[in-house]
């Protein structure tokens, strides 16, 4: 299946107000070229530098091309990151606010974000804290950053969640036959959390489990492997 084939099928089976991020992390501009013919607009990158190697020319190239960061964002490459990106998808903390609202001042360019919250309670994930995202928002607001909504990615790993206080007040971790955990509870948190906080976009879902993401409110997926093929 071709890239344009795979992005169709995509389409195809999630409703039209689904944002649909092309995860491109990996993928070469060949590549990126084939999903921007095939019409796709929006797409999402891990790493700051390898983005900005492959999309500062297409960005030119192509002027309606949105691309997200949905990577772990280290303070000191919020300049490139503010510079180059549409939206940043992973803003957990308030070092890293600050970071972003001065690189926006320095540049005069406004760069809407979402918070990533730690749904599953990982140690090892970043991601804010459920009990600290109110005040997260206010911070990143009084700091004039527009936060859009939410992203989250839910725990696989079951040893990693077991010791987890969080988990258990969500009902309990379903672990499935091939012991996989069962995302749709975290899915459903996350839903929940944005509308509590009255956030409009809820990223969540890849190409493992966005129809589940979708059925829990869901808002934006972002699928990578579906559409661009295993990566090595
Ligand atoms: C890589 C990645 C994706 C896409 O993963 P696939 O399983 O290939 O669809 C989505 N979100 C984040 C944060 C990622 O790092």
């Known amino acids: 299946m071709s890239i344009s084939e795979n992005l169709m099928a995509i389409r195809a089976s999630i409703p039209a107000s689904i944002t649909l991020v092309a995860v491109s992390k990996t993928v070469d501009e060949q590549r990126l070229r084939e999903a921007i013919a095939a019409g796709q607009t929006v797409f999402g990158e891990n790493y700051v530098q390898e983005a900005k190697s492959k999309w500062s020319t297409l960005k030119t190239e192509f002027k309606g091309i949105k691309l997200h960061l949905i990577g772990h964002l280290q303070s000191n490459k919020a300049d490139d990151a503010v510079a180059l990106f549409d939206r940043i998808d992973t803003l957990d903390r308030v070092s890293l606010a600050s970071a972003l609202a ?10 809407p974000c979402l918070l990533q919250v730690n749904i599953g309670d990982e140690p090892q994930k970043g991601g804010c804290a459920i009990n600290e995202l109110p005040a997260l928002i206010d911070f990143a607001r009084g700091l004039s950053i527009d936060i859009e909504g939410l992203m989250a990615i839910p725990p696989i790993d079951l040893n990693a969640i077991r010791s987890a206080p969080s988990i258990s007040e969500m009902g309990g971790v379903t672990a499935r036959a ?18 509590a906080n009255k956030l409009r976009v809820i990223s969540m879902g890849m190409s493992g489990d966005y129809e589940a993401a979708i059925a829990c409110g869901s808002t ?13």
């Open 102 to 111: 001065k690189a926006m001042k320095k540049q005069g360019r406004k760069v």
């Open 178 to 195: 091939d012991g996989s955990v069962d995302p749709r509870p975290y899915f459903e948190k996350l839903a929940e959390l944005a509308k």
């Open 220 to 232: 934006e997926v972002r699928i990578g492997s579906v559409i661009f093929g295993a990566r090595s």
